[in-house]
């Protein structure tokens, strides 16, 4: 009986021996630490990764995107992710532009326009109060052209705009330039040809941002001029609705001008847009804040009416 006894002891031990271990599993708390906005800790975590070893591949995601998209240790990180995994963790694409269609034309707050352009081959066309007009098409995923003008009440108006933008993780940096024809036929026989734009910066992604940008513009025959500093928000609310707001803090200047520059007047704008598929409209008011402006809101309590129509394709 006791070599019988010792004969089974000899088989379940041997049985339990030929059992493949599991691996072992890496502490989430470290896996943690790869991802902290610390570089010291980003760095403690991938050097205990590397002495541990990972046969679970818990980490291996995690030590691709370092490779990929730390600004410190992403050359350690494709070394160890070699070490590790026999292989170099495959590149990921760069980010691009957010898609203008599913949330109703990003590329603009209300009016103020965004960091973000219209996607590659894609065309838009909006009417705003009616009367001012503006076409754009995206011609890479980081450029696009347009032209704007207006129906000839009086005089031509016409002018080609461009809009250069680099996406971030984030939100995305853009720059605007604009230039615009201004050529009575009725009264005054001037022409006068306005040029500028500015920088632009937004947070956030199609469904949801925070713009900043300041924008200036000049007459090039006299050097008068304008510059416009602008903040503003657009939060898609529910399927096929935004709600927005912007202000603009505007102030003119020049040998001509007087008494406005920044600070001397506000406007804000706020409203809601109505979107579809490749359509929109905005339905929203403009609120002048300065001196002597209070009796506007006698006749308008709620402020101008700002109306556009939009359509993309």
């Given at each position: 009986?006791?070599?019988?006894?010792?004969?089974?002891?000899?088989?379940?031990?041997?049985?339990?021996?030929?059992?493949?271990?599991?691996?072992?599993q890496?502490?989430?708390?470290?896996?943690?630490?790869?991802?902290?906005?610390?570089?010291a800790?980003?760095?403690?975590?991938?050097?205990?990764?590397?002495?541990?070893?990972?046969?679970?591949?818990?980490?291996?995601?995690?030590?691709?995107?370092?490779?990929?998209?730390?600004?410190?240790?992403?050359?350690?990180?494709?070394?160890?992710?070699?070490?590790?995994?026999?292989?170099?963790?495959?590149?990921?694409?760069?980010?691009?532009?957010?898609?203008?269609?599913?949330?109703?034309?990003?590329?603009?707050?209300?009016?103020?326009?965004?960091?973000?352009?219209?996607?590659?081959?894609?065309?838009?066309?909006?009417?705003?109060?009616?009367?001012?007009?503006?076409?754009?098409?995206?011609?890479?995923?980081?450029?696009?052209?347009?032209?704007?003008?207006?129906?000839?009440?009086?005089?031509?108006?016409?002018?080609?705009?461009?809009?250069?933008?680099?996406?971030f993780?984030?939100?995305?940096?853009?720059?605007?330039?604009?230039?615009?024809?201004?050529?009575p036929?009725?009264?005054?026989?001037?022409?006068?040809?306005?040029?500028?734009?500015?920088?632009?910066?937004?947070?956030?992604?199609?469904?949801?941002?925070?713009?900043?940008?300041?924008?200036?513009?000049?007459?090039?025959s006299?050097?008068?001029?304008?510059i416009?500093?602008?903040?503003?928000?657009?939060?898609?609310?529910?399927?096929?609705?935004?709600?927005?707001?912007?202000?603009?803090?505007?102030?003119?200047?020049?040998?001509?001008?007087?008494?406005?520059?920044?600070?001397?007047?506000?406007?804000?704008?706020?409203?809601?847009?109505?979107?579809?598929?490749?359509?929109?409209?905005?339905?929203?008011?403009?609120?002048?804040?300065?001196?002597?402006?209070g009796?506007?809101?006698?006749?308008?309590?709620?402020?101008?009416?700002?109306?556009?129509?939009?359509?993309?394709?």
């Amino acid at each position: 009986m006791r070599v019988l006894a010792a004969s089974v002891c000899c088989f379940s031990v041997a049985a339990l021996a030929q059992e493949p271990a599991e691996p072992r599993q890496l502490d989430p708390a470290l896996l943690g630490l790869c991802r902290s906005i610390d570089p010291a800790a980003r760095s403690y975590c991938l050097h205990s990764i590397a002495a541990q070893g990972d046969p679970g591949g818990q980490a291996k995601e995690t030590i691709a995107g370092m490779a990929n998209q730390d600004p410190v240790l992403s050359d350690e990180a494709a070394k160890t992710y070699a070490r590790l995994y026999a292989g170099a963790p495959a590149a990921r694409p760069p980010p691009q532009p957010p898609s203008t269609t599913p949330s109703g034309d990003p590329t603009r707050v209300i009016l103020a326009p965004t960091a973000f352009t219209r996607p590659q081959g894609t065309s838009s066309f909006n009417a705003f109060e009616l009367g001012t007009l503006t076409f754009d098409h995206g011609i890479t995923p980081n450029i696009a052209l347009g032209l704007h003008t207006a129906i000839p009440v009086g005089a031509f108006v016409f002018g080609p705009t461009v809009r250069m933008s680099l996406p971030f993780q984030g939100g995305a940096v853009g720059l605007e330039v604009d230039a615009l024809l201004f050529a009575p036929f009725v009264g005054s026989t001037s022409t006068y040809f306005v040029a500028g734009g500015g920088p632009i910066l937004t947070f956030g992604n199609s469904d949801r941002y925070l713009n900043l940008g300041v924008l200036s513009y000049f007459v090039t025959s006299n050097g008068d001029g304008v510059i416009i500093p602008h903040a503003g928000f657009s939060v898609l609310a529910t399927r096929g609705v935004r709600i927005g707001a912007e202000v603009w803090i505007p102030g003119a200047y020049g040998r001509d001008v007087s008494s406005t520059g920044l600070g001397r007047i506000g406007v804000v704008l706020w409203g809601v847009r109505l979107f579809g598929q490749s359509f929109w409209g905005d339905i929203a008011l403009a609120d002048l804040i300065c001196d002597g402006c209070g009796g506007l809101y006698s006749v308008l309590p709620l402020g101008i009416p700002f109306l556009n129509l939009g359509v993309g394709w």
